[in-house]
């Protein structure tokens, strides 16, 4: 399909990152995943607690330091500095697995390469065939916590969409995502369908679906128990 995708669209990192904090319920356990979604921890409403777990072995992430307050001991799970709340707790990482496996991780929020209408999730790889293994431990979030969110732009850098009927690339997770937050819109997955949440300010309805890679349903009253598709 062709796109007309205009990258600086819509909604920010920082904005989308504003977006996920503001979604994500008071005493809610959270793992965050690399890039994007590590500046969720920066946004979280005044007044809402909320425990943010990192892999690597701490319970209790708070957000970045100040610039020259750097612990060099203290980093996410992407090697970023972070701080310490207090009351936070430190483990080994065969605990912090355990964790995830044992499904005490209320929200997962990772990034993307594609996401499919059904909730598929590619997110470790591009497919080619000297690629090193990079999974890390995406493919224990998915499967261990309650509800995986995705962070990305709604498009690639040459304009090709994320947002798709099926993954084309190697799959972290089958059905496993529940919400995607791009610089164009929020979108549920529901009944095997991108259902619309909102949209960011100046995209319109057609400009979405042309950078969409399958139909976005469109919810209208809820009166009424129907939706249409654009």
Not at 127 to 135: M, Q, S, Y
Not at 190 to 211: K, S, Y
Request: net charge negative; charged share 15%.
């Amino acid at each position: 399909m062709t796109t007309v995708t205009n990258m600086a669209t819509g909604w920010s990192r920082q904005d989308i990152a504003r977006k996920i904090a503001a979604d994500i319920p008071d005493g809610a356990f959270v793992n965050l995943g690399i890039g994007m979604p590590e500046s969720v921890v920066n946004h979280i409403p005044q007044g809402r607690e909320v425990i943010f777990h990192t892999e690597n072995g701490l319970l209790g992430m708070g957000p970045a330091p100040p610039a020259g307050e750097e612990d060099p001991e203290l980093i996410n799970a992407g090697k970023r500095h972070v701080t310490a709340i207090t009351g936070a707790s430190f483990f080994h990482h065969a605990d912090s697995f355990a964790m995830i496996r044992g499904g005490h991780i209320d929200i997962c929020v990772l990034g993307a390469m594609q996401v499919s209408q059904t909730g598929d999730l590619a997110n470790w790889s591009m497919g080619e065939a000297d690629a090193a293994p990079a999974v890390g431990g995406a493919m224990d979030l998915v499967a261990g916590a309650k509800q995986i969110f995705v962070a990305t732009q709604h498009c690639t850098k040459s304009g090709k969409p994320k947002l798709v009927e099926s993954i084309t690339l190697p799959a972290t997770g089958l059905a496993v995502v529940s919400r995607v937050y791009t610089n164009m819109a929020i979108l549920d997955i529901r009944n095997g369908a991108f259902e619309l949440v909102e949209l960011a300010p100046d995209v319109d309805l057609q400009t979405l679906q042309d950078n969409t890679g399958a139909t976005i349903i469109v919810p209208v009253h809820a009166e009424t128990g129907k939706a249409a598709s654009l």
